[in-house]
């Protein structure tokens, strides 16, 4: 098994075989957190547009993101699990856009298979990979809005090449240098309003949810995530 780790965009576009993209500081904790709430379906796209055109179609269908980490006009909530785990969101359909996670779904056009990635399902990831027995794996980090490598999505990255290759990862470790480093903005009391300190816990609490979300390919333009128990 070769496991390479890779970063932003252009790690996105350099990914092949079965291919992670991971973030957690908040697009994939927060699909997690919307799946085990019962949502009937996820669609991520890159663009705002993309979701407001899709909402125009669907007036039931909700969305969800963020842009610079506040919440796009026209949105029903922000990127953030704590603001989703007060909303009903069994059996919607939700349309989820942010600065950097969904935009590396859309970039690894040369992966076999993409699935999503953060600390709250990462032992599930190990042993779906595991199950899959793949070859070629790609972990994509896509860090703060694209624009540089954050702690929490390398770590994460690490923890899933760690964990497969079974070597040591020091957990707690890792998490109070998160906590000091690029989630210290979580902390920030100007951010509380879009980027609670709560969502600093929510996103960390390591193997939360058992199971993995898959981006499959609903047309030429659209994924959606469909959730795999393992």
Known sequence: MKIEIYQLLTGAKQAKGLTVIIDVFRAFSLTCY??????KEIIPVGEIKSALDLKQLHPDWLLIGERNERIPMGFDAGNSPTQVLEMDLKDKTIVHTTSAGTQGLVNATGADEIITGSFVNAPAIVRYIRMRKTKIISLVCMGYSMKHASEEDTFCAEYIKNTLEEKPFNYE????IIKNTSGKRLFDPANQSFSPESDFYLCTQLGRFDFVLNAEKANDRLFRLHRINC
């Open 34 to 39: 919307m799946t085990g709430q019962g949502a």
């Open 173 to 176: 470790e890792k998490i109070e």
